[in-house]
């Protein structure tokens, strides 16, 4: 018996009104696996990180989460939307790191990192803090604990921002666009905790990202997603190397061309 995936999509759809976001997506992505997702604006890539995070509804389909339904339960041999009890155990397991960081600008990094691993999951503040300690020193920020937002660089802001999800012990973490916002001699730093999480930790990952170069060196997969759908995916070596989709062969002239 194969392992069961650790994220299934399965013939989910996405619609605005008339607009179709995502069009049957079926995806699965093994426990471990690391998972790029690239395409052009407006392709749904952003979407799929956003549903699995329940911050936007599905109209078809289901997502299942480590082989249980994230949105339905099952009651009597049938799925049924979920309660909010379900949906918060099923996504406690999911952690989240955004474009825009996202930090409470009130708090220090510190007080950012322990906010919801006390108040969610019920942890005494001494444990929150000693796991908050050792995250931020993984992201290299152990120096910079007491420091407001305002008091960080981009980079350092979005390594809180990491280091705040990995507090809540998530199985999977998902990334979305997460150097878009900073400034090009800042990425690297960002890039190398995402490398380093991926070296040292056990966790799925599924990253949206324009980075072609470290989506090529750092994924398992990489899937291109145009008009809602996956055109094509693959090892990184085959589909940035010799694409077979005329789209996707478009999509990476152009970003190529654009340096």
């Not at 995936?5 to 989910?12: A, L």
């Not at 392709?43 to 549903?51: A, D, F, H, I, P």
């Not at 397991?93 to 930090?103: A, E, P």
């Not at 010799?242 to 002239?253: C, D, G, S, V």
Request: aromatic share 6%; with cysteine; proline share 5%.
């Amino acid at each position: 018996m194969t392992e069961q995936p650790m994220v299934r999509f399965e013939n989910v759809s996405k619609r605005y009104g008339t607009l179709t976001v995502l069009d049957g997506l079926d995806l699965e992505i093994k426990r471990g696996e690391k998972v790029s997702v690239i395409g052009p604006s407006g392709s749904g890539k952003t979407t799929v990180l956003r549903m699995l995070m329940t911050l936007e509804t599905i109209n078809d389909g289901v997502i299942w989460v480590e082989g249980e339904p994230l949105t339905h339960m099952q009651r009597n041999g049938k799925l049924v939307p979920a309660d909010i009890n379900h949906i918060r155990k099923i996504r406690a397991k999911i952690g989240m790191v955004f474009q825009s960081f996202n930090l409470f600008p009130h708090m220090t990094a510190m007080a950012n990192c322990i906010e919801a691993p006390i108040t969610v999951l019920g942890m005494k503040r001494a444990d929150a803090e000693a796991r908050a300690a050792d995250l931020l020193e993984m992201v290299g920020l152990g120096q910079k604990k007491g420091h407001y937002p305002s008091q960080l660089s981009g980079g350092q802001q979005q390594r809180v921002a990491i280091a705040r999800a990995l507090a809540m012990r998530p199985k999977i973490m998902l990334f979305d666009e997460v150097t878009s916002a900073l400034d090009p001699e800042l990425v690297g730093e960002v890039l190398e905790v995402i490398r380093k999480l991926g070296r040292e930790h056990d966790l799925t990952m599924l990253m949206v990202t324009h980075q072609m170069g470290f989506a090529k060196e750092f994924s398992d997969r990489v899937c291109f997603f145009h008009a809602g759908k996956i055109c094509e995916q693959g090892p990184p070596k085959e589909l940035f190397g010799a694409p077979k989709n005329e789209r996707t062969q478009q999509f990476l002239r152009a970003v190529l061309e654009a340096g």
